[in-house]
């Protein structure tokens, strides 16, 4: 018999980083409050934590993050202005942010790494299994990634990453993992982790992309963990000792996700967002898509 293992409902986003790559205009906005069409890219993720089940959400924010707060909470003045006006289609979107989930806040107060901004959960947290999110990569709803991976942990127990096949002159750029077949086709076993490996020197090309639901002897291991790549405290290496011995905190399976995957990390992956979502809007799409083919084909 499969042993069941406790619910999950805590979710954790790591917020604190400076968004360098989209200078000027994170300046003094978070990146994450960049648009996506019309709304920010860090309610896509809340949504997505939600849509799991996951509705106490802890957001791991720094400096200059006050926005975040904000957007997540009511805004008085905007809504009675749009009360007043009978505008009841733009008084939803406004209030449904605030409506979403209990949300709660605590500051890194030096960026030490993803594995850094983890740890500073330990306390909200607690002793349950958790899940973490990452602001950059947007899963499309229509492919419950999240909801899998709890699925798996509860069933298994441990920890669950999320991974995707790259193109092997890519996988540099990601955590790679070495991995074993299971009896489910989207579900492997985890034995190994490396943090950005030279190709011929990666053990797969399944790439760990930003999800992931933790067993909480995690923070354990972070806490005793050095800084490592880039000298930051890196979560891959902390997830490296889980695989390496599951008596630590159970074992650590990964999820093989093969839907649709927004990056918003990269200016190029965000403006392709931006388009596919767009485009496959009910009330925007037609007349963008019309637009679209007609400037490709001038421009071609």
């Given at each position: ?20 790559r ?64 009978g ?14 989930a ?58 669950v ?55 909480p002897?995690?923070f ?25 011995d ?55």
């Amino acid at each position: 018999m499969t042993q069941a293992h406790p619910r999950i409902s805590k979710a954790v986003i790591p917020a604190a980083g400076l968004g360098t790559r989209f200078l000027p205009a994170t300046k003094a906005t978070p990146k994450e409050m960049l648009p996506v069409v019309d709304k920010p890219a860090i309610q896509y993720v809340v949504e997505e934590a939600v849509g799991a089940g996951l509705d106490d959400v802890l957001m791991v924010t720094g400096r200059n993050k006050r926005p975040l707060e904000d957007h997540f909470d009511r805004n008085y003045e905007l809504e009675s202005a749009l009360q007043k006006k009978g505008d009841a289609g733009r008084l939803a979107k406004v209030q449904e942010s605030s409506d979403l989930a209990t949300m709660h806040y605590v500051r890194q107060g030096d960026p030490k790494g993803l594995g850094h901004a983890v740890l500073c959960a330990a306390p909200h947290v607690g002793e349950e299994p958790f899940a973490v999110l990452l602001g950059d990569d947007l899963i499309d709803p229509r492919d419950p990634l999240l909801q899998r991976m709890v699925e798996v942990q509860e069933q298994h127990g441990g920890s669950v990453i999320a991974l995707m096949e790259v193109a092997p002159e890519q996988i540099h750029l990601y955590g790679c993992a070495a991995v074993e077949t299971t009896e489910d086709s989207d579900v492997v076993r985890v034995g190994g982790l490396v943090e950005k490996p030279d190709p011929s020197d990666a053990p797969s090309n399944y790439a760990v992309i930003g999800r992931y639901v933790l067993d909480p002897h995690i923070f354990d291991i972070l806490r005793r963990t050095e800084p490592g790549r880039g000298g930051e405290i890196q979560l891959t290496d902390a997830l490296q000792q889980l695989a390496a011995d599951e008596k630590i905190g159970g074992p650590v399976h990964g999820v093989v996700f093969k839907g649709r995957r927004y990056d918003t990390g990269d200016r190029g992956d965000y403006l392709r967002a931006i388009v596919r979502l767009a485009c496959e809007r009910e009330d925007l799409g037609p007349d963008f898509r019309t637009w679209l083919r007609s400037y490709v084909a001038e421009e071609m």
